[in-house]
């Protein structure tokens, strides 16, 4: 069974560019997550998808982020424009039940 | 969402058994206990969950006190594998939709001794 996959893996804008990261969850799958892990820290979700609505994005900063789930499926996270701060690993995970998630390998950004 | 405590980092042996403890004392009824690790340089990687009950999987085991208040995983046999950092996590499955959230902490950076 493949896993998520995540692409780009590595990432390096300057400030106030845009970025996009693209998921690709297990096939079957219909929740899809996306987390924002900075250095040193646990995972902090950012947005959870029930098949292409949105269930949970409190913690998504709506002012510069967006995500949107297309046909239910593969998914894009956007940031636009990016700050210092947003340097971080963004990583992606999807489910099909209501415990286990499985995670993807991350894309690692660098704002400078 | 309750919350969890564990120790920063831990420190075991190769090929003896490691116990990693979690405090969770304001847990409620509806609370999963959940355990993930993350090896370097990769994403999360569940290991196990539990309600009330020990359980067991090819991975670990999940020793739940009887008041709830605090877990502990255990590794029968570390490699050096095993080397990671370790999530104890409380989910509520009161809702029933896959709504509820899980809420990552600071871990336990487990080191494992050749």
């Known amino acids: 069974e493949a896993g998520v996959a995540q692409s780009p893996r590595y990432k390096i804008i300057e400030k106030r560019q845009s970025v996009a990261f693209w998921c690709n969850p297990i096939s079957g799958h219909a929740t899809l997550y996306w987390y924002q892990q900075i250095l040193g820290q646990g995972p902090k979700l950012l947005i959870q998808?029930?098949?292409?609505?949105?269930?949970?994005d409190s913690q998504l900063p709506k002012d510069r982020f967006s995500a949107e789930r297309l046909k239910g499926v593969d998914s894009t996270l956007k940031i636009q424009p990016a700050k210092l701060e947003d340097s971080a690993v963004y990583l992606c995970?999807?489910?099909?039940?209501?415990?286990?998630?499985?995670f993807g390998p991350g894309t690692r950004l660098t704002v400078t | 969402d309750a919350k969890t405590t564990q120790p920063n980092s831990m420190e075991s042996n190769e090929e003896e058994p490691v116990h990693l403890p979690c405090n969770h004392s304001?847990?409620?009824?509806?609370?999963?206990i959940h355990w993930y690790r993350q090896l370097p340089s990769q994403g999360p990687e569940y290991v196990i969950h539990?309600?009330?009950s020990n359980v067991n999987n090819r991975m670990a085991s999940l020793a739940i006190a009887e008041d709830r208040k605090s877990s502990t995983l255990i590794l029968h046999r570390a490699t050096l594998r095993d080397a990671a950092v370790y999530y104890c996590?409380?989910?509520?499955?009161?809702?029933?939709?896959?709504?509820?959230?899980?809420?990552f902490g600071s871990g336990t950076r487990l080191s494992i001794r050749p």
């Open positions: 304001t847990i409620s009824g509806t609370d999963y």
């Open positions: 539990g309600l009330t």
């Open positions: 995970a999807s489910s099909l039940g209501r415990h286990e998630q499985y």
């Open positions: 998808f029930q098949n292409n609505g949105v269930v949970d």
């Open positions: 996590i409380l989910r509520d499955e009161s809702r029933y939709s896959s709504a509820s959230k899980i809420i």
